[in-house]
């Protein structure tokens, strides 16, 4: 049977770590952290998620402010509000909740942020940094799942890891963070050919497909390290992951529950890269 990894447990850790950073910063430079969060529009789930920033934000001791414009704001006043904060030295990090509405070019907006502010890591300098490996501000979901791997303890070099999904977002920078680790990383997709056999050969294996129950339990490997970062609704209406946890638990050495695994982590990190990119703009 195997071991549950508390996502919730070791995202208050982090939060913690974050507010008695944040206090220092604070007693440094005079003002607290600060995070500006970008809605446009009334999508349901983005108001609870930009509301859940914001007050995470300001839980953690910093100026977390959250900017509401309607759905129809046009691109070009959206990237004026962005110049502004890009400007604005009390903001540290900045995050434009996606998805955003279709008259709006998301690729526009993410590489109008400053890249030192990008806390969400999309920026291409970002992602151009995470892949030659040196330092920037990375997706906070990977970094997340890394954090709970570490937390675990389970050895990254030279296991052999399998990333089920190819998003910018999650899949790509968490093969690269695997990598950076010395882990010998391979990303399939849903048209991977033998996909299940390819997961069973995996000592690290990372579900990021957006499918509910995808990853049988039979695809799952004997004692492997299976994170979780799907988030689906099933045909009841249940909240489930990419994996079939249930069926997935007797094999796995170490597993993630949805919910309470890599969820509660990304808002976590998202606190954790404004503080890092706090720091990085006091130097």
């Known amino acids: 049977m195997g071991t549950i990894i508390d996502g919730k447990a070791i995202g208050a850790v982090v939060r913690e770590e974050v507010k008695q950073g944040a206090a220092a910063f604070a007693a440094r430079s005079g003002r607290p952290p600060g995070l500006s969060v970008v809605l446009v529009g009334e999508d349901p789930a983005s108001v609870v998620y930009t509301r859940n920033k914001e007050k995470a934000a300001l839980e953690a001791g910093i100026a977390g402010t959250l ?45 109008a942020i400053d890249p030192a502010k990008d806390v969400d890591g999309f920026h291409p300098v970002n992602a151009g ?123 796995a050495g170490c597993i993630t529950p949805v919910p309470g695994g890599v969820g509660p982590m990304t808002i976590a990190m998202l606190l954790a890269n404004t503080l890092r990119a706090a720091d990085a703009r006091l130097r």
Do not use: Y
Not at 74 to 83: G, K, T, Y
Not at 180 to 207: G, K, P, Y
């Open 129 to 251: 940094l995470l892949s030659s490996g040196r330092p920037g501000l990375v997706p906070c979901t990977p970094a997340g799942c890394m954090r709970l791997l570490r937390e675990a303890g389970v050895p990254l070099r030279g296991a052999r890891a399998v990333v089920v999904g190819r998003s910018n977002i999650v899949g790509k920078p968490m093969a690269q963070l695997l990598l950076a680790e010395s882990a010998t990383v391979t990303i399939a997709h849903s048209q991977t050919r033998d996909l299940a056999a390819l997961c069973r050969e995996a000592d690290v294996l990372v579900a990021a497909v957006g499918r509910p129950r995808m990853i049988q339990g039979s695809w799952v490997r004997p004692g492997a390290a299976v994170i979780d970062v799907g988030i689906n609704r099933d045909d009841s209406g249940k909240l489930v992951g990419d994996v079939d946890f249930d069926a997935a638990l007797p094999a």
């Open 67 to 111: 900017h509401r414009l309607p759905a129809s704001t046009s691109e070009e006043a959206l990237l004026a509000l962005l110049r502004q904060l890009n400007d604005d030295p009390r903001v540290d990090g900045i995050l434009v909740q996606l998805p955003l509405p279709r008259h709006i070019r998301p690729e526009a907006v993410l590489d």
